[in-house]
């Protein structure tokens, strides 16, 4: 269904149990919301979840004026008063946690918890260079010139070389997300450092790393976790930066109990 908010349209899908506490997911940048398809099976007989495609990703047009992360945090917000959601557990997973992140410092409200995925609080100015390649090649060469490398980026070694199912379906998400939502998405990803702010997060929050991301080292988000009051840090290996598709079955397993121990199972 498409959902009107924050001034423009998006692509969303809400599925499972009627009543039960809402779960919304966060994407990462150039896939869409069919990433979490092992998540929903698993978690959809004991939540309400909501699923989105950011602008310009999946069945969400492009919106072309620049917006920045605060906007997309804003997006979230935005969808749940439309939907009427009054509260829900946040899922992200790359610039879906950095928005589960600030989701959990501007808007603590609204959350009954956030789970934040392979994620960095800051971008230092090396990666800050990557990310204006990775614009520049999208520019010039359209996603297709970022496919592979994306999803080479997105894996640990050992799932890349098995070239699986779940490569195909990660390189049909690169390549059907439009150059204009990239790099606008890429664009709000870019200027941020929220490390100041993680110390006053009063929400209940599990981090989750991939040992081989190299996006979000495993170090940097225990260290992130570690200055988060409470909060709750997993590993997952082999597993690299889009974890929750190359380990879904121990994903799921950090995903499901740390939910279930926040949200009384519903009888019935």
Known sequence: ???????????????????????????????????????????????????????????????RTPYALDDLVGDVVAIWDALGVRQSHVVGLSIGGRMALRLAIDHPERLLSAVISNTRADVPDPIRKLWQARIDTARRDGMDGLTNQTVER??????F???????????????????????????????????AGLGGIGVACLFIAGRDDTSAAPDHMRAMSEAVPGARFVELAPAGHISNMEQPEAYNEALGQFLLERTPRLGG
């Open 1 to 63: 269904m498409m959902v009107k908010a924050n001034g423009t349209v998006f692509g969303c899908e809400v599925e499972g149990r009627d009543g039960a506490p809402w779960v919304t997911f966060n994407n990462s940048l150039a896939t869409d919301l069919s990433m979490w398809d092992g998540q929903v099976a698993a978690l959809k007989a004991d939540f309400r979840i909501l699923r989105y495609d950011k602008r310009g990703h999946g069945a969400s047009p492009v919106v």
């Open 154 to 159: 997105w894996c640990s070694p050992g799932f």
């Open 161 to 195: 070389a098995t070239d699986t199912a779940v490569l195909d379906k990660m390189r049909a998400m690169v390549r059907s997300t439009s150059v204009d939502g990239y790099v606008q998405g890429a664009r709000a990803l870019m200027d941020h450092d929220d490390r």
